[in-house]
């Protein structure tokens, strides 16, 4: 490997079982970037010989690892350090460019895709009229079939009359369209997922996720997306890049 982990050192001041002390080290060698996403863990063997552990001990460390979702198990393959997305804030673009840009496989699990009267909310945020109609679509975003997000989106049904033609991505349905969104306002902010939603994105109740809400427009000002996602923040990274104006 490229970046071997360090030898383990079990804290005699730790009361907390020694697969727990491993998992927290092999967190911290993930998060400080000794591992890249999609890299492969050691096997449970090597891992016990390079830590000097049990092979049991070995097992259960990843186990947590899996739980938490920093690493992904493949069926006859082994553990890899799961998908992670580095978004930047400045870029109007779809959760599948920005995976295929990272090399990884887009895909949704459909939830729902249907015609529904406005509520109150998405009439405001679309400009649209009392009773009128949108479409919404619910689903799970994966990258590599992991679970990466849980999002609704509402499109006023003029613009998306049949739902059920979106595929893997609703902006090159709506490009192809000439609806597509050339500019979007997004408002981020942290949330603990209730008991539904972590179920969903597979992590902890009251784990915290981030809600991600945004507005699309087309050039003529018009609004046509209301999307509202609920991201993993252990997959998930905004970056934003700052100038300072001259005085």
């Not at 049991?56 to 992904?72: C, F, S, W």
């Not at 529904?116 to 619910?138: I, K, N, T, Y």
């Not at 902006?171 to 939603?197: C, F, K, T």
Request: with cysteine; aromatic share 6%.
């Amino acid at each position: 490997m490229s970046n071997p982990i360090p030898d383990f050192q079990v804290d005699a001041n730790d009361n907390s079982p020694l697969y727990m002390q491993l998992a927290r080290k092999l967190t911290q060698d993930v998060r400080d970037g000794r591992y890249q996403a999609d890299q492969a863990l050691p096997s449970e063997r090597t891992l016990s010989e390079q830590q000097g552990v049990s092979r049991v001990t070995a097992r259960k460390a990843i186990d947590q690892l899996v739980e938490q979702g920093l690493v992904v198990r493949r069926r006859g393959s082994g553990n890899y350090i799961a998908p992670r997305i580095e978004q930047p804030l400045s870029n109007l673009s779809s959760f599948s460019e920005q995976l295929q840009q990272r090399g990884y496989t887009p895909n949704s699990r459909w939830l729902r895709r249907e015609i529904v009267a406005a509520d109150a909310d998405e009439q405001l945020a679309l400009g649209l009229s009392p009773g009128a109609r949108v479409a919404r679509l619910e689903r799970l975003r994966l990258a590599d079939e992991v679970v990466m997000a849980y999002e609704t989106s509402v499109i006023p049904a003029a613009v998306l009359p049949q739902p059920q033609d979106v595929a893997n991505s609703l902006y090159a349905h709506l490009d192809a369209s000439g609806q597509m969104p050339v500019r979007a306002l997004q408002h981020i902010r942290a949330m603990n997922a209730p008991l539904e939603l972590a179920t969903c994105l597979g992590v902890p109740e009251g784990q915290a996720v981030l809600f991600i809400t945004r507005v699309g427009y087309l050039e003529s000002g018009m609004a046509v997306e209301l999307t509202h996602s609920y991201c993993r923040s252990d997959y998930y990274d905004f970056v934003a890049e700052l100038r300072r104006t001259p005085a």
